[in-house]
């Protein structure tokens, strides 16, 4: 081993490079504070090989990349390494802080240091960048509006601003160009500026370390290695550890997929918290002073420093250092505290919350039950009766029908005029509609113009001339409609019910008198019972009550929704949202 | 001892990141079930001349890592109809071959003759039984076994209308000198 590395130095000289860093003294001692620029490095690490991880599987384009962000949560250890780099950019954003102030007290940006500050303090924004480009390539829903409006503040910019915003997104929305414009800003751009910014940061470091030549005697001076080194890496694997743990528990995020019809209320990052906030303050044409002015100005106050703390009296410039550190931590901590402590009172913003964790997660089950298709991930909602059933129950449905159980809860019309659908077509939601009371009632024909009609009437007077085995003769005839909803469904005890029901339709009960059953009966005077209740029957019901099958000219509010004697650009509902809707009413 | 407990903090962090890292590379390696044999109906018998083979693509689902293409063309086969009772299918007997040569997994294609076939990148040549054929000057051919023969049965449909060929279609190990299905 010794005569390798002997042989490496006689052509490299590796070790007459390493020496400033074996030899470095540190005159005050070591310090627990000086950790923090060893540490943001092993995260800089952590990141790059996280990174170049996820680099191997991730695929910028709107169909691909929640697909290739998911699959990379399946892949053995995706899910942790996702985590790692999502954290350890969060734990990067911390220490670069705490690594600015540190400095900022111990007046280490003092001539001829003046280049680590400012390059360490342009590794700021260019950091900042870095998380602005990275969190949206999931392209999941709060990704994409998050580009949207940082893209929109971009925008906003005088004179540059539009140009850039076009630039960024490739286009005037966000689309394929726009994840592999981020993509490439995120690895390919910025890294680059970020490893030059670190070559100038470290080398100047390098330079004006002190070494054990230069060092006066003094009693607490020590050398760097180890022990300094033993602090750096205490704290590092500290830090690691943090990162581990919650990528281990929590994970990354990974919203449900891109869909402008999904609403959310997006927010940004914790750390953008501040300036979101900020911008509470500044409205309409002043918005540009939170989202430009503010952080721009903070950052060339940052940048002066080195050149006006020398000519500050001697007891005015530590003052000063530390009410800036003071002020920036306390205007952090107040601006960020305030706006969570909003949201978290905020009961929309919170039933938003819990609505995007239902869809991510419903999302994510699609996916794996069933696959990505080609078209791209966000048509697994999309066509997910599930997800898209309610929405278009609230929309097309919910003015006159609710669809909610016996305890209220579900979609409730606002002037409930027509039937409860919650159940529709089942035995218990049949056996109601033959209920003396409850068929003339709310929840069945209470509010529509049949409230008097034949049917309540037919069926009060079943119930007058009650004989001993009606109640049991109903329960066969439910039994019977509900296995029209779904045939070949029944158990075997259940068969002779359905068969015992059918008869009583066409017989005793006499039903068939004024609906039409199977072979029995005729059309004209009430709705068909063939097939009650099934996705055939309900699909031309929803197309047009008014059709001779159903109600005809007796028909009540009930509007056609896609009549098939229309052509298909005047139905209110497209065949494939009447797909959705019925299967979800039937589920 | 101050020097070995920085050794040993800094491996520690590091294997944070680079022991999932390495199992996350790995993860290609883990068999996703991509082979194995799939029964598909591919041509219908009346379509095929005793004598000249024909190919057709055989469809299925494919799972392309996250991507899941219900209808791909996934392979192609070459069907030939022998002698049989002209008009009775019932008699028919034909045999199919994967296009995938033996060699290095070029698509076989039909010599101009339409008596042989021939793979376009190595000139492998195989007569209409699929055994190797040395090439124009007399020199052994590159295929290492004759072309794959699949399973295939005359299926009719349910209604006693047309009948069908129906392929068992899997791959095999190229490069081998015996036939090796690909798991």
């Given at each position: ?5 002997d042989?490496?130095?006689?052509r490299?000289?590796?070790?007459s490079f390493l020496?400033?860093f074996?030899?470095r ?11 923090s620029a060893?540490c ?12 170049l991880?996820l ?8 169909t691909?990349a929640?697909?290739?962000v998911h ?5 053995s250890?995706g899910r942790f390494v996702r985590g790692v ?7 990067l954003?911390?220490l670069l ?9 111990y007046r ?10 400012i ?12 998380a602005v ?13 998050q580009i949207e409006?940082?893209a ?5 910019t ?8 076009r ?11 726009t ?10 751009l910025?890294?680059?500026a970020g490893l030059?910014?670190?070559a100038v940061?470290?080398?100047q ?10 060092l ?8 760097y ?6 602090r750096?890496?205490?704290?590092a ?5 943090l ?8 994970g ?10 999904l609403?959310?209320?997006?927010r940004?990052?914790?750390?953008f ?6 911008r509470?303050?500044f409205t309409?044409?002043?918005e540009?002073?939170?989202t430009?002015?503010v952080?721009?100005a903070?950052?060339?106050f940052f940048?002066a420093i080195?050149f006006?703390?020398?000519?500050l ?14 002020l920036?931590?306390g205007a952090w ?8 402590a909003r949201d978290?009172s905020?009961e ?6 819990v ?5 991510s997660?419903?999302a994510r ?5 069933r696959?990505?298709?080609p078209?791209?991930a966000?048509?697994?909602l999309?066509?997910d009766?599930?997800t ?16 909610s159980d016996s305890?209220?809860a579900?979609?409730v019309a606002?002037t409930?005029?027509?039937p409860n659908?919650?159940?529709?077509g089942?035995?218990s ?8 009371e409850a068929?003339g ?20 007077e079943?119930?007058a001339d009650?004989?001993d ?5 109903l329960r066969?005839?439910?039994?019977a409609l509900?296995a029209?909803a779904?045939?070949?469904?029944d ?12 008869g009583l ?6 039903c ?7 072979d029995?009966g005729?059309l ?9 209740g ?7 019901f ?7 099958r159903?109600?005809g ?7 056609a929704f896609?009549a098939r004697?229309?052509p298909?650009?005047h139905h209110?509902l ?6 959705l809707?019925?299967?979800w009413?039937?589920? | 001892m101050l020097?070995?407990l920085?050794g040993a903090?800094?491996?520690a962090?590091?294997a944070?990141v680079v022991l999932p890292?390495?199992?996350?590379l790995a993860?290609?390696?883990?068999q996703?079930?991509?082979g194995g044999?799939?029964?598909?109906r591919v041509?219908r018998?009346?379509?095929l001349v005793?004598g000249?083979p024909?190919?057709y693509?055989?469809?299925d689902s494919?799972?392309?890592?996250w ?7 996934i ?9 049989g009772?002209p ?5 028919s007997k034909?045999?199919?071959f994967?296009a ?6 070029c698509a076989?294609?039909?010599d101009?003759?339409g008596?042989r ?8 040549a ?8 040395p090439d ?7 295929a ?8 295939c049965?005359l299926?009719?449909d349910s ?11 899997e791959k095999f190990?190229?490069?081998?000198t015996?036939?090796v299905p690909?798991?």
């Amino acid at each position: 081993m010794r005569v390798l590395l002997d042989w490496l130095d006689a052509r490299t000289g590796y070790r007459s490079f390493l020496a400033p860093f074996r030899e470095r003294i540190l005159p005050e001692g070591p310090s627990w504070w000086l950790t923090s620029a060893s540490c943001l490095a092993w995260v800089f690490a952590i990141e790059l090989v996280t990174g170049l991880l996820l680099m191997t599987t991730y695929s910028p384009s709107t169909t691909s990349a929640w697909a290739s962000v998911h699959y990379i949560e399946q892949s053995s250890a995706g899910r942790f390494v996702r985590g790692v780099h999502y954290f350890a950019s969060h734990a990067l954003i911390v220490l670069l802080a705490v690594h600015v102030l540190r400095v900022l007290v111990y007046r280490a940006f003092r001539a001829p240091r003046e280049l680590i500050w400012i390059s360490g303090l342009l590794l700021m924004p260019l950091v900042i960048a870095w998380a602005v480009t990275g969190n949206p390539l999931s392209a999941s829903q709060k990704a994409v509006t998050q580009i949207e409006v940082e893209a929109n503040i971009i925008g906003s910019t005088p004179l540059v601003g539009p140009a850039v915003q076009r630039l960024l997104l490739g286009g005037d929305e966000v689309g394929h160009l726009t994840f592999t414009h981020l993509y490439f800003l995120h690895v390919g751009l910025l890294p680059l500026a970020g490893l030059a910014l670190l070559a100038v940061h470290l080398s100047q470091v390098y330079r004006h370390a002190v070494v054990r030549e230069q060092l006066v005697a003094s009693g607490e001076a020590l050398p760097y290695w180890p022990y300094q080194s033993v602090r750096n890496a205490t704290v590092a694997t500290a830090v690691t550890a943090l990162i581990g743990w919650l990528a281990w528990r929590r994970g990354a995020p990974l919203d449900a997929p891109a869909d402008a019809d999904l609403a959310i209320l997006p927010r940004p990052e914790w750390y953008f918290r501040c300036l979101f906030e900020l911008r509470r303050y500044f409205t309409g044409d002043w918005e540009f002073i939170a989202t430009l002015v503010v952080p721009l100005a903070t950052l060339l106050f940052f940048l002066a420093i080195p050149f006006f703390d020398r000519y500050l009296p001697r007891r005015l410039a530590p003052a000063l250092r530390w009410s800036i550190v003071i002020l920036a931590i306390g205007a952090w901590d107040w601006l960020t505290w305030t706006s969570l402590a909003r949201d978290a009172s905020d009961e929309e913003y919170q039933t938003a919350r819990v609505r995007a964790a239902e869809l991510s997660e419903r999302a994510r089950q699609l996916a794996d039950a069933r696959g990505i298709p080609p078209e791209g991930a966000s048509t697994l909602l999309r066509d997910d009766a599930q997800t898209q059933g309610p929405l278009l129950f609230q929309r097309h449905c919910a003015s006159c029908h609710s669809c909610s159980d016996s305890g209220g809860a579900g979609i409730v019309a606002a002037t409930p005029s027509a039937p409860n659908l919650y159940g529709f077509g089942s035995t218990s939601w049949i056996a109601g509609l033959l209920d003396a009371e409850a068929v003339g009632g709310p929840h069945y024909l209470g509010h529509t113009k049949f409230a008097e009609g034949d049917m309540v009437t037919a069926i009060q007077e079943l119930h007058a001339d009650a004989s001993d085995d009606l109640t049991a003769q109903l329960r066969a005839v439910a039994h019977a409609l509900a296995a029209e909803a779904a045939p070949g469904q029944d158990s075997p005890q259940d068969e002779g019910l359905v068969s015992q029901g059918r008869g009583l339709i066409s017989g005793q009960l006499g039903c068939t008198n004024c609906h039409k059953f199977r072979d029995q009966g005729e059309l004209g005077s009430a709705p068909d019972l063939t097939g009650y209740g099934s996705r055939q029957w309900l699909e031309e019901f929803v197309r047009n009550p008014r059709d001779e099958r159903f109600y005809g000219d007796r028909n009540d509010r009930m509007p056609a929704f896609a009549a098939r004697s229309l052509p298909s650009d005047h139905h209110l509902l497209t065949d494939r949202e009447l797909r959705l809707l019925i299967d979800w009413l039937l589920h | 001892m101050l020097k070995w407990l920085s050794g040993a903090l800094g491996a520690a962090s590091a294997a944070v990141v680079v022991l999932p890292g390495g199992r996350f590379l790995a993860d290609a390696l883990r068999q996703r079930g991509s082979g194995g044999a799939v029964v598909k109906r591919v041509a219908r018998l009346d379509d095929l001349v005793v004598g000249k083979p024909k190919s057709y693509p055989v469809f299925d689902s494919r799972r392309d890592a996250w991507t899941l293409y219900p209808d791909q063309a996934i392979g192609r086969v070459w069907l030939l109809r022998e002698e049989g009772a002209p008009g009775d299918a019932e008699a028919s007997k034909v045999r199919a071959f994967t296009a995938v040569c033996p060699h290095l997994g070029c698509a076989i294609q039909l010599d101009s003759g339409g008596q042989r076939f021939v793979c376009p990148c190595h000139r492998a040549a195989f007569d209409l039984d699929g055994r190797p054929q040395p090439d124009e000057s007399g020199k052994k051919s590159h295929a290492p076994r004759g072309m794959d023969s699949l399973e295939c049965r005359l299926v009719r449909d349910s209604d006693e209308g047309n009948w069908w060929v129906e392929v068992q279609y899997e791959k095999f190990e190229s490069g081998l000198t015996t036939k090796v299905p690909k798991v």
